[in-house]
């Protein structure tokens, strides 16, 4: 994520580049051991530096193809968005499958244990009890 970064900051400067700003004079000014970078000329007592040259403008070729980089990187970061969504929204639907689950284990335990309580159970409701003790012991395990 972080070269994805680095390559869209890289490209963003290249196209500021390219835009063709005016560019403001600099002064680099020596005072002692100290170097200051400023707007104004260099007060009296201080010895100017020579500013580096500016940048030559990127040819076309070399703005289109920046261009073309930051267009991938922007597809790629929104697929990576895409899909970091849907892994999310997978994990919250098992986790809520999961709550589900359990709270339906726990709701037929609960009727299991109120039809054992139970002594005289007819048949339909032995039945019944052995219909939930399987359902319970495939769906949640052993009782």
Request: proline content about 6%; glycine content about 4%; some cysteine.
């Amino acid at each position: 994520m972080k070269v994805l970064t680095y390559r869209i900051a890289a490209t963003l400067l290249t196209l500021a580049l390219a835009s063709g700003l005016a560019q403001a004079e600099i002064y680099k000014c020596r005072q002692g051991e100290r170097i200051a970078y400023q707007s104004q000329p260099c007060p009296a007592g201080s010895q100017p530096l020579t500013a580096p040259e500016p940048l030559p403008a990127p040819s076309a070729y070399a703005v289109e193809e920046a261009r073309g980089r930051a267009k991938n990187d922007i597809a790629e970061a929104e697929a990576l968005r895409k899909r970091e969504e849907k892994s999310a929204a997978t994990r919250e639907k098992a986790r809520a499958a999961a709550g589900k689950q359990e709270s339906d284990c726990a709701h037929l335990l609960d009727k299991i244990n109120q039809a054992e309580a139970k002594t005289d159970l007819s048949k339909t409701r032995k039945k019944t009890l052995k219909s939930d003790q399987r359902k319970y012991r495939k769906e949640c395990g052993p009782l």
